[in-house]
C-alpha cells in the first residue's frame, strides 16, 4: 500500500453553498482531540462554507517522497486528494483548515467544488464547538494490523468506527475510495 495517506474526495456533487462570510468563522486553539483543533468563532448554520483547505498542489508521487506515514509516530500529514492526479498539501501554505481534526460524528464536510475544497457546516454548530470532518483516508485493500492501530481513532463520539481509514464497505463506489492520505501533523 501506499506509505502515506491522503484525506479522502467526496464523490457527492457540491451543495449550493452559502457564500463565504467575510469575516473568519473560526478560530485555532488547542483540542481535546488531537494537538491543534478549529473552533466555531461564532454560531456557524449549516450549509455555511467555513473555510477553504489550500496548500500547495502536488502529484501523488511528491506527496509520497514528501510523507512517509508509516515511519511516523502517528499519522502527520496535511495532504488532501483533490483529483487522481493532484494532492493539496496542506503544511505549505496552507490555511487554517489543515488543523481541523477528524471525528466519527462531525458536523462538517469536506466538499470539492471547481477544484476548491471547502469545509462546509453540515449541521447548525454552536460558538465555540470544535469544527471536525470525516477523513475517511483511503483503504486499498492491503492494510495490515499495524496500520490499524496506526490509524486508530480515539475521537470519542459515541459511533466512533475506531479507525480514521474509511469505513470498510465493498458497497461504497471506487470513488469513496479515491486517494485519501491526511494526518495532522505534530503541532505545538
Ligand atoms: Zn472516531
Not at 486553539?29 to 502536488?58: C, D, H, L, N, P
Not at 483548515?97 to 458536523?107: Q, T, V
Request: net charge negative.
Amino acid at each position: 500500500m501506499p506509505t502515506t495517506r491522503t484525506r479522502s474526495n467526496t464523490s457527492r456533487p457540491p451543495r449550493a453553498a452559502k457564500p463565504v462570510a467575510p469575516a473568519p468563522l473560526h478560530v485555532v486553539r488547542e483540542s481535546t482531540i488531537q494537538g491543534r483543533g478549529v473552533f466555531a468563532r461564532t454560531a456557524i448554520a449549516k450549509g455555511t462554507r467555513i473555510i477553504e483547505y489550500t496548500g500547495e498542489q502536488v502529484s501523488h508521487a511528491e506527496a509520497d517522497r514528501r510523507y512517509d506515514d508509516a515511519a511516523m509516530q502517528r499519522h502527520h500529514t496535511f495532504l488532501f486528494t483533490l483529483t487522481s492526479r493532484i494532492v493539496v498539501d496542506g503544511f505549505v501554505g496552507g490555511s487554517d483548515a489543515r488543523f481541523i481534526n477528524h471525528s466519527c460524528d462531525p458536523n462538517c464536510e469536506a466538499v470539492i467544488d471547481k477544484r476548491e475544497i471547502w469545509i462546509e457546516a453540515t449541521r447548525d454548530i454552536p460558538e465555540g464547538t470544535e469544527l471536525a470532518y470525516d477523513y475517511g483516508y483511503v483503504r486499498d485493500g492491503t492494510e495490515t494490523a499495524a496500520d490499524e492501530r496506526h490509524y486508530a481513532c480515539h475521537c470519542g463520539a459515541a459511533n466512533c468506527r475506531g479507525t480514521i481509514l474509511a469505513p470498510k464497505d465493498p458497497e461504497l463506489p471506487a470513488e469513496h475510495h479515491a486517494k485519501a492520505r491526511h494526518t495532522d501533523h505534530v503541532v505545538g
